[in-house]
């Protein structure tokens, strides 16, 4: 089979890719959820005009003396309004968030007032600077109205966006349900973190990024453990993938050979459709995809760079598609190159590479001298993929660069 180009590999794990069913969730589960639907204002914000300081409210062609005198004639305090209206030279004492008294249009605020306080004629200030017409008053509606969209659906929910729904006065939102990712690990060679392995074992280090990966994007995840380099192993790890009601299985590795026989030999035995196998991108060539039922099948090469960056080119993609995020491919950037770059060859390169910004903003790019799948210290260390197209010629530093941002 003839290696696929990586843009056509996505699109065929994208097709079909609906998203999830939507459920209702209170608002402090709703954090990260992805919205279903547009959110409208179920209030006007605020829904009389307010006042935006401590001080007086007052009509603004009283106060615009300096030797005006304004009699208080009484208080106003948040959730506290004063009924009456005020008139000619007259003042209302009122605190932040109050609601401005009707006949007042302006409020002057504490400091650049003088009170008097007489048991004789009432409570006067005379003001040392003058009021302007709405200063210090937040009108009716200046944060939103009734009916206004504030929150788009496919949207990711922020911290600030659970503030603002509630202020719209939503107490739960509807939300998509989250893609649930199995990851079954395969291979006699592995064994989990804190075991000494025995000789040619390796510790097993894939499924910790990739779920990672996934839980970052909102997914629910499942460990499978690792399973036998068996059919029979397998086979019973797909199953449970599906008994478990996965919407995605995660297979990283396959037969001890490395070319994915017993991974493909299980899932065509379970009938999976396959939509392909390799990819024409380096890391991660041997990774194939397909379906079983609802549940989408991606096989990811054992090689821990290569599987990461598979997930991160392609299961990241595909989450945020379930999820019904209404933006689901990664944004490409551009900087400049740290050192020189060889010809490529037909495959699509994803070359781990350092970041660094300059003091002017030009931002560079240096892929690492080894770029072996097997270094995952050179992964960690990255902090961008630069991506080289077939056949791209050779380049040099500071030529332009096309790169992907990898999360922190």
Not at 241 to 249: M, N, P, T, V
Not at 268 to 293: D, N, Q, S, Y
């Amino acid at each position: 089979m003839a290696l696929m180009p990586v843009a056509d590999a996505l699109s065929a794990i994208l097709a079909g890719a609906e998203p999830l069913p939507e459920e209702m969730v209170a608002l402090d589960a709703a954090w990260h959820r992805v919205l279903a639907r547009d959110v409208a204002a179920r209030r006007t914000q605020p829904p009389q005009a307010m006042s935006a300081m401590d001080g007086y409210a007052v009509r603004a062609a009283d106060a615009g003396d300096l030797t005006a005198r304004l009699k208080v004639i009484g208080e106003v305090a948040a959730g506290r309004p004063f009924e009456k209206k005020v008139g000619a030279n007259e003042a209302v004492r009122i605190f932040t968030g109050g609601v401005i008294p009707d006949g007042a249009d302006a409020v002057i605020i504490q400091e650049d007032t003088i009170r008097e306080d007489s048991a004789v004629d009432g409570d006067h200030i005379t003001i040392t600077e003058a009021a302007k017409t709405g200063r210090h008053i937040r009108p009716a509606g200046v944060d939103f109205r009734e009916g206004d969209v504030l929150l788009a659906g496919g949207s990711r929910l922020t911290d600030r966006d659970l503030s603002l729904a509630a202020g719209m006065n939503y107490p739960e939102l509807a939300v998509r349900r989250r893609p649930k990712v199995a990851v079954l690990a395969t291979g006699d060679e592995l064994v989990m973190p804190g075991t000494i392995p025995g000789p040619g074992q390796i510790v097993y280090s894939n499924g910790y990024a990739l779920r990672a990966l996934a839980r970052a994007e909102g997914a629910e995840t499942i460990d499978l453990g690792i399973a036998a380099d068996t059919v029979a192993a397998t086979t019973e790890g797909i199953r449970r993938a599906r008994a478990s009601g996965a919407d995605i299985l995660i297979t990283t590795g396959g037969a001890s050979v490395g070319d994915h026989d017993l991974v493909k030999q299980s899932l065509e035995a379970e009938r999976v459709t396959m939509a392909f196998w390799r990819i024409a991108m380096r890391p991660g060539k041997p990774m194939m995809h397909g379906r079983l039922g609802a549940m989408r099948v991606i096989g990811l090469p054992g090689n821990p760079v290569s599987s990461y960056v598979c997930g991160f080119l392609f299961l990241v993609p595909l989450i945020r598609a379930l999820s019904g995020r209404a933006s689901v491919h990664h944004t490409r950037e551009t900087a400049l190159l740290g050192r020189d770059l060889a010809a490529n060859d037909q495959r699509e390169d994803y070359l781990r590479a350092r970041l660094e910004e300059r003091a002017d903003g030009t931002l560079i790019a240096t892929p690492v001298t080894h770029q072996d799948s097997s270094l995952l210290g050179n992964l960690a260390a990255a902090r961008a993929l630069v991506i080289r197209p077939p056949f791209a010629p050779a380049a040099g530093a500071g030529a332009p660069c096309e790169l992907l941002r990898l999360p922190e």
